[in-house]
C-alpha cells in the first residue's frame, strides 16, 4: 500500500504512519465510537479516482462561504491573499487539505491546475463537502480526492474563501487544523490528533482480531463468541496470533 508523508510534528512515529495507512476507515470509527466520538464521518463523499483512496494526513483547513456579488469575481482569484490560493501555496507537504464549502454542489472548488500544485507541493489529497471541477482530469490526478461530486462553474460562481487554518464544518463534522484526515474505499473519517496514536495501535489490533473470525467463519463456526471475540475463543486467538495467523 503506498505511504502518505505525514511530517511536521503531526505523526513522526513510522509505525504510527502505517497503522493509519493500513487500518480501514471502518475500523477507525469503530475504535472512536468506543471513545465516545461518533460524529467523525463526512457521508457523503466519492473518490474522484477508485484507484487513489488511500490517505492519512493532518489536515489543512480551507473555508468557503456563500458568494456576494461585489466580491465573488473573476480577478479576486488572482490576488496573492487570495485565501484558496493562499492553501494551495502554503500547505506543508503530507497534510490534507479539507474545505468547508457548505454542501454546495453547484461550482468547483479546484479544478485540474490547482491539484496539480497540491501534488507539486507534496499536499496528502483533498476532501471537500462540495464539488470538484475537470471530472476527466482528475480521474487521472496522482492525489486521492473526495468530493460530493462535480460541477462546471468556478467557486467564484457561488462561493468566496474567506479563511485558512480555521475551525471548520466538513459534511457537518468539525474539523480542526491538525486533527488527522484518513480516507478510503468507505469514504473520510476525522480522528483528533491526540488520540491517533491509541486509535491506530487498537484499530490493527481489532482488524487482526476479525481476521481471525474471518478464517473460523468460513470454516464454519458460528459467530456467537467468535464475533465479538469471547473469552471462550480467546486462547485459540492467541496460539493463531503465535503461529503466524495460520491455522
Known amino acids: 500500500m503506498p505511504r502518505t508523508s505525514l511530517p511536521d510534528g503531526a505523526l513522526q512515529d513510522d509505525a504510527l504512519q502505517d497503522g493509519l495507512l493500513a487500518a ?3 475500523t477507525l470509527s469503530s475504535q472512536l465510537l468506543k471513545r465516545g466520538l461518533r460524529n467523525v ?3 457523503g463523499l466519492g473518490a474522484a479516482s477508485p484507484q487513489r483512496v488511500r490517505m492519512a494526513g493532518p489536515a489543512y483547513t480551507l473555508r468557503f462561504v456563500p458568494a456576494r456579488e461585489d ?3 473573476s480577478g479576486s482569484v488572482a490576488r496573492p491573499d487570495n485565501p484558496q490560493r493562499f492553501a494551495v501555496e502554503n500547505i506543508p507537504p503530507g497534510h490534507v487539505l479539507v474545505i468547508d464549502a457548505g454542501g454546495r454542489p453547484g461550482c468547483g472548488t479546484l479544478g485540474g491546475i490547482l491539484v496539480e500544485r497540491l501534488f507539486q507541493r507534496g499536499a496528502a489529497g483533498v476532501v471537500v463537502d462540495g464539488a470538484l471541477r475537470d471530472a476527466e482530469e ?3 490526478a496522482k492525489l486521492p480526492l473526495f468530493s460530493r461530486g462535480f460541477a462546471a462553474p468556478p467557486s467564484y460562481g457561488g462561493l468566496i474563501p474567506v479563511e485558512t487554518q480555521g475551525a471548520i464544518d466538513c459534511g457537518g463534522v468539525a474539523v480542526f ?3 488527522i484526515v484518513v480516507t478510503d474505499h468507505d469514504g473520510a473519517i476525522v480522528i ?3 488520540l491517533a496514536g491509541e486509535v491506530a495501535r487498537d484499530a490493527l489490533e481489532q482488524e487482526r482480531v476479525e481476521r481471525f473470525a474471518k478464517q473460523r467463519v468460513a470454516r464454519g463456526f458460528p459467530i456467537t463468541g467468535l464475533y465479538p471475540l469471547g473469552e471462550a475463543m480467546r486462547e485459540a486467538y492467541q496460539q493463531w496470533v503465535a503461529r503466524g ?3
Do not use: S
Open 24 to 26: 480501514g476507515t471502518t
Open 71 to 73: 466580491l465573488a469575481v
Open 177 to 179: 487544523p491538525g486533527d
Open 245 to 247: 495467523e495460520q491455522e
Open 41 to 43: 464521518f463526512i457521508a
Open 138 to 140: 482528475l480521474a487521472q
Open 192 to 194: 483528533p490528533e491526540h
